[in-house]
Nanobody, 115 residues
Framework: QVQLVESGGGLVQAGGSLRLSCAASGTIFSFNVMGWYRQAPGKQREFVAQITSGGRTNYADSVKGRFTISRDNVKNVMYLQMNRLKPEDTAVYYC?????????WGQGTQVTVSS
C-alpha cells in the first residue's frame, strides 16, 4: 500500500533541463528500490534509473552522464534531474518503488523534448 505521485514534467527544447519529483506515502519499508521508467507511444516501458534506500544508483546507457537520480529518505521523495535533453527522451515517465511486499507505480508525467 504505497502511493506514488510524480510531478515536474513538461515541454522543453533539446539541450534543456527538467527535474522530476516522486512523492511516496503509505506503507514504507526500510529496504527498498525506487526508480524511473519511461514509455513512448507504441513502445514498451523501459528502465531509466534506480536508487536503493542506501543511495546506490544505476542508469540506463541511454541516459548515463545526463540524468541524475537522488532521494530524500526523510521526506520520502525521489528526484530525477534531466540535463541535455534529447528528442528521444520524449515519453511518459513513471515512478516505481519496490520493497519486500509491494511493487508500486505512479500515474506518470509527460516529458516532451522538441527539436
Amino acid at each position: 500500500q504505497v502511493q506514488l505521485v510524480e510531478s515536474g514534467g513538461g515541454l522543453v527544447q533539446a539541450g534543456g533541463s527538467l527535474r522530476l519529483s516522486c512523492a511516496a506515502s503509505g506503507t514504507i519499508f526500510s529496504f527498498n528500490v525506487m526508480g524511473w521508467y519511461r514509455q513512448a507511444p507504441g513502445k514498451q516501458r523501459e528502465f531509466v534509473a534506480q536508487i536503493t534506500s542506501g543511495g546506490r544508483t544505476n542508469y540506463a546507457d541511454s541516459v548515463k552522464g545526463r540524468f541524475t537520480i537522488s532521494r530524500d529518505n526523510v521526506k520520502n521523495v525521489m528526484y530525477l534531474q534531466m540535463n541535455r535533453l534529447k528528442p528521444e527522451d520524449t515519453a511518459v515517465y513513471y515512478c516505481n518503488r519496490q520493497d519486500v511486499r509491494f511493487n508500486s507505480w505512479g500515474q506518470g508525467t509527460q516529458v516532451t523534448v522538441s527539436s
